[in-house]
């Protein structure tokens, strides 16, 4: 077998650590950015948060650093790289300047002071448990079963393990022998805390703790208790002929019945304390002015404080350069130091990138639906999808998917996710191509003005879609309304 030497050319495609942490940068939310630059701020203590009047970084280390930004600097160098370490770049002396990206709306200083970042104070659902069981006369043995128990209710308030379960945690971890009956009074016991219905095995369980809680109360609800024990499924299932031959009600009575029913809370630890925080409120990203029928966009930077270079790392490298004994410390020292630099300023360049690619795409949204931002009416929203803006921005697909995941944009008409604004294409009669969220919009308001004795069909919305100009087929009409959560005729009947 003989030995041969060939040339070949490959193609290679490989991220860098800036265009990584870019990425990683454009799908943090504005909520979540200044804990990710507090993050960096502790492991890097050559990025320094910038102070009033100075919150910049130094434009001749910047412009130097931009021939740079693929070196990498290591402590264990080469010993002709200790030799020849040139460090006038990083201490050339020099007026600041105002940095390249800034956190402030200078065009609108006074909206931006009015700009505030909500921030949740409060106790959590399980710590109101935990006090309300402080107030009870209990044993430590009792005590620690009550704990486990209150430990074992999930976010929404419900006791979804099994006896049998916590009985046995109890005596594995805890080394107390309890027995199935002694939970079970105690459970009793729990579920007298508030909010009324916690500590409920299942819905039915929850719903009639609460009806009990005001019959005790003296509110009569003793009907809608019967309804709950003998016909929950009917009830659930809209069977309301049977609930009214079996308890002999007129519609009146079954009507009243419903509404003390629905306005019971099915999860009545879901809105308490810490949980489901992220449906509690949004810090919108973007927010949308109209002045005058002009659209003005701005980004919300209120939590993101400026940053810049440390002065005292740049002091260091000063003091080394005017010194004449040079060590291998001191020049491992200062290659550590150059290293820190880079990273700071390759953050703060990431921070500036993110700023800029935030902002070319919501203009380019912005612009695309620029009807909708003017007036609030859905019906006006063209078919758009991510190839659309990214041909726009000249960006990629996946870097406009980045920005529009997590992402709301604030405007006189609401907050929405900026995933709102995408949609797929419908024909029209005509041959008009119209958002689907067109579609949703007139198919919801459908809904809403039917009467609700009578709901209607999927087949006579779809006729009544296709009255109005769309081609759509019945299937397509059930799957736009489970998207909007809306359930079949028969189940959004009312007496």
């Known amino acids: 077998m003989s030995l041969s030497q060939s040339l070949q050319q490959k193609l290679l495609q490989k991220l860098s650590p800036q265009q990584i942490q870019l990425m990683k940068l454009l799908q943090v939310p504005t909520a979540n950015l200044e804990e990710r630059i507090k993050e960096e701020l502790e492991e890097n203590p050559a990025l320094e948060q910038g102070e009033e009047g100075h919150d910049d970084y130094d434009t001749d280390l910047k412009d130097e650093f931009a021939n740079e930004g693929d070196e990498d600097y290591e402590a264990e160098a080469a010993a002709d790289e200790y030799d020849n370490i040139d460090i006038s770049e990083y201490v050339t002396e020099g007026d600041d300047e105002v940095g390249d990206y800034k956190l402030r709306d200078d065009n609108y200083p006074e909206a931006d002071e009015g700009k505030v970042i909500p921030i949740r104070v409060e106790t959590s659902f399980h710590d109101l448990l935990i006090t309300q069981l402080g107030m009870m006369e209990l044993d430590e043995r009792t005590h620690k079963m009550a704990e486990q128990i209150v430990g074992s209710i999930d976010d929404d308030g419900y006791l979804r393990r099994e006896i049998s379960s916590i ?27 508030d909010p009324p219905g916690i500590c409920a095995r299942d819905l039915k369980e929850c719903l009639l703790l609460q009806l009990n809680r005001q019959l005790r109360e003296g509110k009569e609800v003793g009907v809608a208790v019967q309804v709950l024990e003998k016909y929950f499924d009917e009830f659930t299932k809209k069977h309301y002929e049977k609930i009214q031959r079996g308890l002999g009600l007129n519609d009146q009575q079954l009507k009243d019945v419903i509404n003390q029913i629905i306005k019971l809370n099915p999860k009545p630890g879901g809105n308490i304390g810490g949980m489901n925080k992220a449906e509690s409120y949004v810090v919108p990203d973007f927010f949308i002015y109209n002045n005058n029928g002009v659209l003005e966009l701005t980004l919300n930077s209120k939590n993101a404080p400026d940053l810049r270079i440390s002065e005292g790392y740049r002091d260091m490298l000063k003091d080394y350069e005017k010194g004449t004994k040079k060590d291998k410390r001191q020049k491992e020292a200062v290659l550590f130091i150059k290293q820190k630099i880079d990273s700071a ?24 639906q620029r009807e909708f931002f003017l007036t609030g009416d859905e019906t006006t929203l063209k078919p758009m999808i991510l190839k659309d803006i990214a041909e726009m921005t000249g960006l990629d697909i996946s870097t406009v998917s980045r920005v529009a995941n997590s992402k709301f944009v604030q405007t006189e008409f609401g907050t929405y996710r900026l995933k709102f604004f995408f949609s797929e294409s419908l024909s029209t009669d005509s041959g008009e191509e119209v958002s689907t969220r067109e579609v949703k919009k007139i198919l919801s308001d459908m809904i809403e003005a039917e009467d609700k004795r009578k709901p209607l069909s999927d087949e006579q919305l779809t006729d009544m879609l296709q009255e109005k100009g769309y081609n759509i087929a019945r299937r397509t009409v059930a799957k736009y309304r489970e998207q909007l959560n809306l359930p079949v005729a028969r189940l959004r009947k009312q007496l």
């Open 167 to 193: 009985a046995d945690d109890l005596a594995f971890r805890q080394n107390i022998s309890v027995t199935e009956a002694e939970i079970e009074t105690m459970i009793k016991q729990i579920q007298q805390f």
């Open 345 to 368: 300023k390759w953050f703060i360049d990431m921070i500036k990138q993110r700023q800029q690619t935030l902002i070319g795409t919501m203009s380019s949204i912005m612009n695309y």
